[in-house]
């Protein structure tokens, strides 16, 4: 599941590091969010694919201008943001 979330994970980072690219962050935080919604859906608690979900919303959070906190996400999230963010 981290390889099918990672290139959208490694998109917004890219785009948080863009003072130009405000239509962009939006667009794809829009993405994220219906990523989420269709990683979650039908998933029971403690899924793998919540815990994506939840990443991917909180991605879309800081494309629209949310505080950007890597502690905020899980692991192996976590780490794989702090990377490319690097």
Do not use: F
Not at 56 to 65: D, F, K, P, V
């Amino acid at each position: 599941m981290l390889l099918q979330v990672a290139p959208l994970l490694i998109g917004a980072a890219a785009l948080l590091g863009r003072a130009d690219a405000d239509a962009e962050r939006k667009a794809l935080a829009v993405v994220l969010e219906q990523a989420a919604d269709l990683a979650a859906a039908g998933e029971a608690a403690g899924s793998l694919w919540l815990a994506a979900a939840a990443t991917l919303r909180t991605l879309a959070g800081w494309l629209a201008g949310a505080p950007v906190d890597l502690d905020a996400l899980a692991e192996p999230y976590r780490g794989l943001m702090r990377q490319v963010m690097e």
